[in-house]
């Protein structure tokens, strides 16, 4: 079934905290790839990246996280996943989740990636947040190796995995043909 009003578009509002720049965009008629970075950065060494994609893809945001979750098992030295919840969306089928990784192979870092996948039945958008950080041993476990400051980078690093996970539960707003939302 066709969806009789369909999704014409997603945008994010990005953390003011932070100034950003987009730092790759790639786009054709039907899809579109869009990376933001601090300013500061480049992707080599960012800390954090914001990734906004579209994909003509008839299957469900549900079957598309569960891929994309599978997929990370392959490109990772160890995961651990928050398997996907389903998130209301104006409507439309909608599903978050985070992918834990111990180290990304051949990086020098593991990463925590929030993901949001939005389906209308004719596109997929997705919005991962990644946050990078030292790699570990086992995914999602920091270790601190009796560091003075464990207690700050604690700290920091909550703040920054709160931040992730409010790009992708808080600052997409998805924009349906009839209007509603945008």
Request: neutral net charge; charged residues 20%; proline residues 4%.
């Amino acid at each position: 079934s066709v969806d009789q009003n369909p999704i014409k578009s997603v945008s994010l509002e990005l953390p003011s905290s932070t100034e950003w720049k987009l730092a790759n965009e790639q786009s054709n008629a039907d899809q579109y790839l869009r990376e933001w970075l601090p300013a500061a950065n480049t992707l080599e060494d960012t800390k954090w990246l914001v990734v906004e994609q579209k994909l003509p893809a008839n299957t469900s945001a549900k079957n598309f996280i569960h891929n994309m979750f599978a997929m990370a098992r392959s490109s990772c030295t160890d995961v651990l996943y928050n398997m996907p919840q389903r998130y209301n969306t104006n409507g439309k089928e909608s599903y978050v989740g985070r992918i834990m990784c111990a180290q990304q192979h051949g990086k020098p870092y593991g990463l925590f990636n929030d993901v949001r996948v939005i389906s209308d039945g004719q596109h997929i958008y997705t919005v991962i947040s990644e946050t990078r950080f030292a790699p570990m041993a086992r995914a999602g476990i920091f270790s601190f190796d009796n560091n003075a400051d464990a207690e700050t980078e604690v700290s920091n690093i909550m703040k920054a995995l709160k931040a992730s996970q409010s790009v992708v539960r808080n600052a997409v707003k998805v924009c349906l043909n009839d209007g509603s939302g945008c």
